[in-house]
C-alpha cells in the first residue's frame, strides 16, 4: 500500500536536508548523502562538466578538489565552424553598403575540469542572474536548481521506494537581494522540474517552531531563531495554537562572515594596502570586492587581469602580494582559501583561536585567528542582529521578557558571540538550542503532513 507520505525539504543556501514524518508521528531525515559527514545533510553545490553530467554534495566538492590539485584549466579556443555568414558592414558616407559574406568564428571554452557552482539560494532573487553559463550554454537557474532538488528527490525516493510527489519547501523571511516573489516563481518551477507535482511553501523559521514545539501542550510564546550560510530568519509564535505573532529576516549569514574574515585577515596577502607605481596608488578597490567569495574570485580569471597584475608591479611595494594575487586567480585557488576560511570560522566557536594556514605556488599565509578578533569583526552585524530581534518583538507587540523561550537553529547560531547576545537579552535558562542542521527539514516535514492530509 502506498504510504502516501509527503516531504519537506530545506533547500540551504549552505545545506539541504529532506524529512518526511513516518507511521509514528517522528520526522526521519533521510541519508542523501552517505559519505558526507552527516549524511543527512548534503552541501548545497554542484559539479558541472563540459558535457553537462553534474554531481552533487560531497561528491561534488571532492571532484572540483581534484580537478584544481590537478590543475585542469578552462581555455578559451577560437574555431571556425565551417559555415559562412552575412555580416552588416558600417554604412559610410557614400551610403549603402551590401553584407559582407564571412567565416563563422566562435569561442568554445575547453576543459577536462569542471565547474562548482554553490550558494544557488543567493541567486534566486537577483534579477541580473536569470541564466547561469555552463560550458556555453546559458541555462535558467531555476533548470539548475532543478537539477540539485531532482537529485535530492531521486535520492530521497529510493531510501523510502516509492516516488513521492508532494512537498513543502522551506522559503526564509527574506532572500538575499529582495525579490521575495521572483525566487518564489523561481523555487517552484525548480520543484516541478524535480518532478514534483504538488508544491507549497513555509517559511523557514515556522518549521524550525513546528519542529521545535511539537510536545507543547502549555502556553508559551517562543522566539525561534534561524541563522544560516545565507539569512537569519527569526519568528515569534504562541504555543500551542502556533499562531505566529512576527516574521522578521535579515539577509545575512555565515557566508557574510567568511568575506569579513578574509577582507579583514587575509586580503594583505594579496595586495591590499600595498602602493603602486610612480605616484605610488592603492590597487583599485574593485579587485578586493571581487574576492568577496571564491566564486567571484574564479571571474577575475581574464585575459585583461593579467594584464593588470602586469602593470601593477611596477614599483609595487609588495611584489610577493602581487604573484600570490595571481596564482590565486589563475591557479583557481578561491575555493580552497574560503573552505578554510570555513574550518577556522567553525573552530573559532569552541576555541580561542585557530591557525589559518594555506600554502600554494606562490601562496604562503601562516596565520592565527583569534576569537576577539574575529567577534570584533562582526560587532556591526551584532548591532544589525540585535536590530533585527527588536523589530520581531515589536511585530509581535511584545518585551522581551514576555518572551518563555528562544529556540535557535541554523549552523550560524553555534558562534557563541551569537549564543552571548541572545542570552544577554533573554537569560541563558531561556535558550533551547535545536539541532542546527535538521530542524527547518523536520519542521517542514510537519507541515508537509498537515498540508497534505487536509
Ligand atoms: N560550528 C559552527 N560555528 C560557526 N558557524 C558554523 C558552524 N557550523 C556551521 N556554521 C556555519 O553555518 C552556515 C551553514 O548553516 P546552515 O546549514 O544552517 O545554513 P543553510 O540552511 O544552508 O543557509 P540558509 O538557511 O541561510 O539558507 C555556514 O555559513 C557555516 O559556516
Ligand atoms: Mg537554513
Known sequence: MAKKISYGIDFGTTNSTIAYIN???????????PNADNPCVMRSVIYVNQKLD????KPAVDAYITDVALNKESKKRIIETGRMIKVAQPANAGGFVP?????????VEESDGGRLLQALKSNLSSQIVSNINLFGSNKPIEWVVGQFLKEMKQRADEIIGESINKVVIGRPVEYVGGNNQLAIDRMRSAAKIAGFKEIEFE????????DYGIDIKNK???????????TLDISIVRFPEKEVLANVGLPIGGDHFNTKIFTSELSQYFGKGSKYGLRQLSLPESIFA????WYLISLLKTESFANSIEHFKFMNTNPKALLALKSLVFNNLGFGIYEEIEKVKKNLSSKEFEKYNFIAKDIEINTTITKNVFEKIIQDDLVNIDKTINKALKAANIKSEEIDAVATTGGSSL???????????FGAKKIKESDAFTSVAAGLAHRAKEIFSR
Open 23 to 33: 507511521e509514528r508521528d517522528e520526522p526521519v531525515k533521510l541519508k542523501i548523502d
Open 99 to 107: 553584407d559582407k559574406i564571412v567565416p563563422e568564428i566562435i569561442e
Open 290 to 293: 571581487s574576492m568577496k567569495n
Open 54 to 57: 553534474m554531481l552533487f554534495g
Open 415 to 425: 558562534i557563541p558571540a551569537i549564543y552571548k547576545q541572545l542570552q544577554n537579552k
Open 203 to 210: 517559511y523557514e523559521p515556522i518549521a524550525a517552531a513546528y
Open 220 to 230: 508559551q510564546i517562543s522566539l525561534i531563531y534561524d541563522f544560516g550560510g545565507g
